[in-house]
């Protein structure tokens, strides 16, 4: 039944694309795409979600050469009272000899605290604290040590802790995001 | 082609004939009085919500209704929505105490309410609600607009329906009689009084006045999508009735040789 | 079908075709490759709205499951995390939740189609099973996604409706168990509803496609129930119906969308917005609209078994219709008797809705007259079965129909020639 074609209606008046025809098939097309919008954006983060996107910290109870890692964004921060020796060592490193090049005095708004996202610039992993060739972090997943600011020094991740955005409200309370 | 419409068209009206006779008739079962059918401003096509409407009504419920009534699926941030700045939203979220922890030692502590937290509600669970209302359950507040028949118009009819019971009504214990109430006897004595909520904006508070408020607030909390449903349906309508003219003169323009009498 | 004669022009699809010929699938069964009948009237629309409103229920469903968490104690509250706070989740919680009336009014408009016209007729039998199958498989599927927000309504419709198999002799306290996966409906329950509910609608879907495919092996049938005789009878589905059911569609979506932002919770239940409790009945347990008519069926029977069974029977019966239709024609436009009984069948079902839809024990005032639901029910019901099991057998093969049209082809020359001084 379907193997007998009468013809082909093609050239005739039946399928010739005049205006009527290209315009309701870019009608169509127009609103299959703003269908399709709310089917995607739904998958962005929601109003919840992003009402959570700020938290504070208090400080006060973070000794020196202590650190503490609080819930972010559903990642680890770490937040970290540093000792005047290890911002000396941060701040002695020649920076030509970083595989990502940055000054300590970049990643921290005071000396003493360091805050970063502790999340390994590698794969994903979550570094453990004081460990490593640099005195600062090691990441067990695959090998790469961070220093005193976070810094990648050695093995496979390109880049350094990444330093999320927060403010200090006053001398004991930071908020993150 | 138009015998066939207009059969379809008896079915439908007959079909919503019968939903809502179904409901209505539901609705009915109840007993109680007509309902006061208010002109909201959200009704209609265009309907949006009045903020200075929404945030007296917020008062009302912050004042009044809340000593018993939570309003659990609302975040202070929420309130931007009613027009209130979120320097506002977080000096209000802050005279709130949040219950929150574990702390490092295992303890809940309480904290300031943050935009993110939801309005905390009077109690903690169901039975201390219930225990300190004489065994009765303040219901939710948050869909009440939503899940109840007649919706804002039944939160007004309720809160100004209030009256003696008519002769031969016998009250039970604790009970107050109201007019649209299912089984006309409720548990909540009326809640409103002339002049108790003070607004900034010097509407004088009668009762009236509060119970549409705190109705259109309400209507808010259970649909805070309405502006942006009503007016992304019209523009969807007109979109959708332009390509439905187009796809109308396409299909007649495809079938033009056949209605000539041509094989094709 | 089997022996496409299709070649695609461009070079690379036409290799791809020859590896695998899906081209040639879709030329040949939605393309100008399919062939159908050229007199179909708009009734004939439906068949595609509803393809469409399963993909749309798909789609939306998938979506939605993203957010939706299925445990008692959250499922409530992530319901109304999504109408406010996912992005466009009001839009596309509506859109699930309206979709599924929508899909229903289709598929009953699609069914009453089938009946008018004979499609269930030989040599269609299979075709119409599969359709039975399909209908059976979206009550299920409706039932369960209604179960899934955890309102009161939710709740109560899932024990009513699982209940009903108590009625099932010396077993039938089993089985409820069973299927609640303890001794009431609570969170086990919830969650093998939700599995099923997202289950379904891809065996759903395989029906479908082998619907479809049922259909293509006899063509569609057609308002005159007369066979086709040759090409001259039948139009390419492309542009023609094509063209057509996009013109169906756009009516279908400006109904569609008048529920979903501004009536969106019209043909839902206010109690569904309370959240699900044990402790208290609602008032009234309604179940969704396109369940009234059944539910009406139940209560109208005074036992219980005796309810069930008569039920699923109404259901079922549709499965006989091939064999209880014995009339020469197909069509019922020449069948001027029985066509007055199909019509008082249709209102018969709607009225069996609005028994369902009330108590059994109030009062309808029909002009100083009370009649009891009950009552009402109770001759809905019977009509009903009369309908399928006297009327149809009966009248069929005792009403000489009509003078059937020599062709498809003639009658729409007929029309043509009727037109043309018009234009």
């Known amino acids: 039944m379907a193997t007998t074609e009468q013809g082909t209606s093609e050239g005739t008046d039946v399928t010739r694309r005049d205006f009527l025809y290209v315009a309701s098939g870019a009608f169509a097309a127009v609103g299959a795409a703003a269908a399709a919008w709310p089917l995607i954006d739904q998958m962005n983060p929601s109003a919840d979600v992003l009402a959570l996107s700020s938290i504070e910290v208090d400080l006060s109870a973070i000794d020196v050469g202590q650190s503490v890692t609080v819930l972010w964004r559903g990642k680890p921060v770490f937040v970290r009272h540093r000792t005047p020796k290890e911002i000396e060592e941060a701040r002695a490193v020649d920076l030509a000899s970083l595989p990502d090049p940055q000054a300590d005095e970049d990643r921290v708004q005071k000396p003493e605290w360091l805050i970063m996202v502790g999340v390994c610039t590698h794969l994903g992993c979550v570094p453990i604290g004081e460990r490593g060739d640099y005195d600062g972090w090691f990441c067990p997943c695959h090998g790469s040590h961070y220093d005193t600011s976070g810094r990648i020094r050695k093995g496979p991740a390109p880049k350094n802790l990444e330093v999320p955005e927060y403010v200090f409200l006053n001398d004991t309370t930071v908020k993150i995001g | 082609m138009k015998a066939m419409f207009k059969k379809t068209g008896l079915i439908v009206s007959l079909a919503s004939a019968l939903v809502s006779g179904g409901f209505g008739a539901a609705q009915a079962a109840g007993g109680s009085a007509e309902l006061k059918h208010l002109d909201w401003s959200f009704n209609g096509m265009f309907g949006r919500y009045d903020d200075a409407s929404l945030q007296r009504g917020f008062q009302v419920y912050r004042e009044v209704c809340s000593a018993c009534h939570s309003l659990k699926h609302i975040a202070f941030r929420n309130l931007t929505d009613i027009g209130f700045s979120e320097a506002e939203v977080k000096a209000l979220a802050a005279q709130y105490e949040i219950v929150d922890g574990p702390d490092e030692f295992g303890d809940m502590y309480t904290r300031e309410g943050r935009p993110s937290d939801r309005i905390p509600g009077p109690f903690e669970n169901e039975q201390q609600a219930r225990a300190s209302n004489g065994g009765a359950l303040p219901p939710d507040l948050s869909l009440v607009a939503k899940s109840r028949v007649g919706g804002p118009d039944y939160i007004y009819s309720l809160l100004t329906g209030y009256h003696e019971p008519p002769a031969g009504v016998e009250l039970r214990a604790g009970m107050n009689y109201n007019a649209v109430f299912p089984g006309n006897q409720i548990a909540m004595a009326p809640p409103l009084f002339e002049d108790m909520v003070e607004f900034a904006d010097g509407t004088p508070a009668t009762v009236e006045q509060m119970a549409e408020d705190v109705s259109h607030f309400l209507m808010w909390a259970a649909e805070p999508k309405l502006e942006e449903r009503k007016s992304m349906g019209f523009r969807v309508l007109l979109f959708l009735i332009i390509m439905t003219g187009l796809f109308y003169f396409a299909n007649k323009k495809v079938w033009l040789p056949v209605k000539r009498g041509e094989n094709v | ?423």
């Open chain 3, 1 to 423: 079908m089997a022996t496409s004669n299709y070649q695609p022009k461009n070079r690379f699809l036409r290799a791809f075709n020859e590896q695998l010929p899906i081209l040639s699938l879709i030329h040949d069964s939605l393309g100008p490759g399919y062939r159908a009948p050229k007199n179909l009237n708009y009734w004939w629309n439906f068949g595609s709205l509803a393809g469409f409103c399963l993909i749309v229920q798909i789609v939306t469903g998938i979506v939605l499951v993203m957010h939706y968490t299925p445990h008692a104690d959250l499922a409530f509250d992530s319901v109304e995390h999504i109408m406010r706070d996912v992005n466009y989740g009001w839009l596309l919680r509506y859109i699930h939740a309206n979709g599924a009336s929508m899909f229903f009014i289709v598929v009953y408009i699609h069914i009453f189609r089938g009946l008018f016209y004979g499609s269930y007729r030989s040599p269609r039998e299979t075709l119409w099973f599969l359709g039975v199958i399909i209908y059976l498989l979206m009550m299920a599927t409706g039932f369960m996604g209604y179960v899934l927000p955890w309102g009161q309504m939710s709740f109560w419709g899932a024990t009513v409706i699982t209940n009903l198999f108590s009625a099932v002799p010396l077993v039938g306290d089993e089985i409820v168990t069973f299927l609640w996966g303890g001794y009431s409906v609570d969170n086990p329950t919830l969650q093998r509803f939700f599995s099923l509910h997202y289950l379904l609608p891809f065996v759903i879907l395989g029906m479908v496609i082998l619907h479809i495919w049922a259909l293509h092996i006899p063509g569609s049938n057609n308002p005159l129930g007369i066979d086709v005789q040759g090409p001259q009878d039948q139009v390419p589905f492309h542009p023609y119906y094509t063209a057509k059911d996009a013109f169906g569609l756009g009516l279908f979506l400006i109904f569609f969308a008048v529920f979903v932002f501004y009536f969106p919770n019209f043909l839902g239940h206010p109690d569904n917005y309370i959240e699900a409790n044990p402790m208290v009945t609602p008032a009234h347990i309604v179940p969704e609209w396109y369940y009234l008519p059944f539910y009406a069926i139940l209560r109208a029977i005074p036992d219980k078994l005796g309810g069930v069974v008569a039920m699923f029977a109404a259901i079922l019966i549709l499965f006989a219709m091939p064999w209880l239709d014995g009339s020469k024609a197909r069509s019922s436009r020449f069948r001027p008797i029985y066509r007055t009984f199909l019509w008082l069948f249709v209102a018969n079902a709607i009225l069996l809705g609005y028994v369902g839809a009330n108590s059994p024990d109030d009062f309808l005032h029909l002009g100083g007259v009370d009649i009891s639901f009950l009552t009402l029910g109770r001759i809905a019901t019977a009509y009903y079965f009369l309908f399928f099991l006297v009327i149809v057998p009966v009248v069929s093969r005792w009403e000489e129909p009509l003078p059937l049209p020599k062709s498809i082809n003639e009658e729409v020359l007929k029309k043509a020639a009727k037109a043309a001084p018009a234009e």
